[in-house]
């Protein structure tokens, strides 16, 4: 079992910057493949980024270039990094972890998640 606590949102203005942590329990990480989902209000869960067991790390396009997502597997913790945020990207920040070896997970990999954190970007 793994338990997935996520930290860091917060209310900030257009262009700012934030970064957000996932700290995990129970397993170590090393081996887990970690992502970062949103949800905005009255919308899906969308993926943001992922990091992969093995090194990769991918972004949907509308956070390229802006967000980064980086792992400590000694720290047992994910982080992502958001800079020059928008009022769009206002939603509630979700960490997963999935034992998949795929390369790009399916939703339904994903069997541990966070509470979520709140990220809130005005204009």
């Known amino acids: 079992q793994v338990q997935l606590v996520e930290s860091g949102g917060g209310l900030v203005q257009a262009g700012d910057s934030l970064r957000l942590s996932c700290a995990a329990s129970g397993r170590t990480l090393s081996s887990f493949t970690m992502a970062w989902f949103r949800q905005a209000p009255g919308k899906g869960r969308e993926f943001v980024s992922h990091?992969?067991?093995?090194?990769?790390?991918y972004y949907v396009n509308s956070v390229k270039g802006r967000f980064t997502t980086a792992r400590d597997n000694a720290k047992n913790t994910l982080y992502l990094s958001m800079n020059s945020l928008k009022p769009e990207d206002t939603a509630m920040y979700f960490c997963?972890?999935?034992?998949?070896?795929?390369?790009?997970?399916?939703?339904?990999?994903?069997?541990?998640w966070g509470q979520g954190t709140q990220v809130t970007v005005s204009s």
């Open positions: 990091s992969t067991w093995n090194g990769g790390t």
């Open positions: 997963a972890a999935t034992d998949s070896q795929r390369t790009f997970p399916t939703f339904d990999d994903f069997k541990y």
